[in-house]
């Protein structure tokens, strides 16, 4: 990130500014899915969902493993200090928001661990029999069933909150100096996870339940999104500036077409229809808002480098 300074935000972008690239968006979009992800599969685990080959408690878990691990890679390519990445693991800075990422992820990954255990795919069953026998253990205890699943859901909404706050706890940029960016967030993550889900299971009972969910968080990621830019207007003359970026700036157009437009109201609209029976379920809407939940990423995140605070008056 280039240097920061003080008073007074010049919304105009800057060419000669040095700004991420596309991998901390796919980080935090991939982030968010796991974790909307790990919510939803630890509800249906919760629930006792996993004593019927649900797609939910059947696969999501195994695939959260590889989307997570491509994240991660694709954090490692920004950094740059590749060699040394090990020791954000060795440490521990409460001011360090990739220091709480670390930590976190040390969580995420046993408990992804675990939830794939409670059911494992017959494609794999028979071939380590170290988590054949960590299976039937888990599955002759509901409880610790249950307790994973809530275990899953917890760690995956610390996990979609981190995602907001990796940006948020920047102040220096005025465009992600918000209280509502982690709720938006996570919000995005759950809706991603769900649509996720609607596109791919074979089953009706998950497809029509997470297109209904899918309709909740997308109505309450609008509401978010306007107290997000109203907190933006209601504040200093910086924090103006930084959202008129999104709102009538050069990131204007992609914000109100693709993350609002394409990414919310036009899948909302079909997944209503679709959920009233009026219409059949498509692939079209939980696309549209999977590819709405990306380009969000990297609008925020782009125009948030060039929401910026200059030195004025001297």
């Known amino acids: 990130m280039h240097e920061l300074t003080t008073t007074r935000s010049n919304p105009q972008i800057d060419p000669s500014l040095h700004i991420w690239g596309w991998e901390i968006p796919v980080y935090l979009f991939l982030g968010g899915l796991v974790a909307g992800i790990m919510i939803i599969s630890g509800y249906f685990l919760f629930k006792g969902r996993y004593k019927h080959s649900y797609f939910s408690c059947f696969w999501l878990p195994h695939i959260s493993l590889v989307l997570l691990s491509a994240g991660m890679f694709a954090l490692f ?72 699943g809530v275990l899953s859901m917890i760690v995956g909404a610390i996990l979609g909150m981190y995602t907001g706050v990796l940006l948020s706890a920047l102040g220096a940029r005025p465009l992600w100096n ?39 968080f997308l109505i309450f990621e609008l509401f ?61 809407a939980p696309i549209m808002v999977i590819v709405g939940g990306l380009i969000l990423r990297f609008v925020i995140v782009d125009a948030g480098q060039f929401s910026r605070w200059t030195i004025a008056g001297f």
Request: no cysteine.
């Open 77 to 148: 390519l920004d950094l740059e200090h590749k060699l040394y990445v090990w020791r954000l693991f060795t440490t521990f800075k409460v001011a360090s928001p990739m220091s709480w990422g670390s930590w976190i992820l040390i969580l995420v990954y046993p408990t992804l661990l675990a939830s794939t255990l409670t059911r494992v795919p017959p494609a794999f069953q028979n071939r380590i029999k170290l988590f054949d026998k960590v299976s039937a253990f888990i599955n002759q205890r509901p409880q610790l069933v249950k307790n994973i």
């Open 224 to 284: 978010l999104f306007a107290q997000f830019i109203i907190g933006l207007l209601s504040s200093t003359q910086v924090h103006q500036n930084a959202a008129h970026l999104i709102l009538s700036g050069p990131y204007a157009a992609v914000f109100w077409v693709f993350v609002i437009g394409m990414g919310i109201i036009v899948p909302l609209i079909i997944q209503l229809l679709a959920v009233n029976h009026k219409v059949q379920h498509t692939p079209v």
């Open 178 to 216: 918000s209280s509502i960016l982690w709720v938006l967030f996570l919000t995005s993550g759950l809706s991603a996870a769900a649509a996720f889900v609607h596109l791919i299971t074979d089953d009706k009972y998950e497809r029509e339940l997470l297109a209904k969910a899918d309709n909740g």
